[in-house]
């Protein structure tokens, strides 16, 4: 990676967008190897006339919303929003959006970050707060991550375009890996999308946004580098050693590095992606996680 950079805003455009460009600040690391970061321009998008989005010297984003503001393109049926529409697109290789996100409480069905582009629908993914003080694979009960209210949670989502697979990782853990929705022209935003049944009022913080870019496969083999606090700033630091390298029955909570082994059903598996075990991610669900030996 040749250069670190993070977002800082600027004056606005009519029609609710601004645009904004990138300034220099110390290193971070991204998810994987061979990452160059991109010094993308974005706009704001914004409820016409009115002002729900700021940004202050250091690049910490502040968004917000009330259920009853207006949508942005009224001859639309997408909701109210306040967010950021970076202007990198790609068709293909692989890219990564990194940032820490702090969630209002209360926030409710409301997208915090999103790669859009699909061919069966609007977006390959999306990430949305839930009622129930998580972050969900869309609205669906699926969740990326509990608790997330009022703490700073770093979020970094890999799309391998070449392969239709979006990776996701919570602190710096990798928690759920999705199809993507078809070939089609990408780009990531984040902020706040409002969708039917939306808290009444949403505030979500955003900070040191980063994207990445590099030609094939995005999936990492190894463990990753770095862990962050969830209750506090996000601090980088070595990642824990596994519980366990024997093999002991898979278990639910127990973090599993690249080549350990376990058993499930009667059956021996070996990892393949380091990552703390979750009820739904078992060997024979997984073929991500684990291979069968």
Not at 196 to 211: A, E, F, P, Y
Not at 212 to 220: D, E, I, L, T, V
Not at 277 to 293: D, H, I, M, N
Request: hydrophobic content about 35%; aromatic content about 10%.
């Amino acid at each position: 990676m040749k250069r670190r950079t993070f977002i800082i805003g600027s004056a606005g455009l009519a029609g609710g967008a601004a645009a904004a460009s990138w300034a220099a600040m110390p290193a971070t690391a991204a998810i994987g190897s061979g990452w160059t970061e991109v010094s993308a321009d974005y706009k704001v998008h914004q409820p016409t006339g009115l002002t729900r989005h700021t940004v202050d010297g250091t690049g910490l984003h502040h968004f917000w919303l009330n259920d009853t503001d207006p949508v942005l393109w009224p001859d639309s049926s997408s909701g109210p929003r306040s967010e950021i529409r970076f202007l990198d697109e790609y068709t293909s290789g692989s890219a990564q959006f990194e940032a820490d996100i702090k969630v209002g409480t209360g926030a409710h069905r409301v997208c915090v970050m999103q790669v859009f582009g699909g061919a069966t629908a609007a977006t390959a993914f999306m990430a949305l707060a839930m009622n129930s003080d998580s972050i969900n694979y869309y609205d669906s009960a699926t969740k990326l991550h509990s608790p997330v209210y009022e703490r700073w949670t770093r979020l970094n989502v890999v799309h391998d375009a070449d392969a239709g697979k979006v990776h996701v990782y919570v602190n710096g853990q990798l928690r759920n890996t999705f199809n993507d929705r078809g070939n089609n022209t990408h780009y990531f935003k984040c902020g706040i999308y409002g969708r039917t049944g939306m808290s009444q009022r949403t505030d979500v913080q955003i900070k040191n946004i980063r994207l990445y870019r590099k030609n094939g496969g995005a999936a990492p083999t190894t463990a990753p580098t770095t862990t962050v606090s969830p209750t506090s700033s996000p601090t980088r630091g070595t990642t824990p050693p596994p519980t366990s390298t024997a093999a002991a029955a898979w278990t639910a909570g127990r973090s599993y590095a690249v080549g350990n082994r376990a058993t499930y059903g009667g059956l021996l598996y070996s990892c393949l992606q380091a990552h703390t075990a979750q009820t739904g991610w078992e060997p024979p669900s997984a073929p991500a996680l684990w291979k069968s030996v």
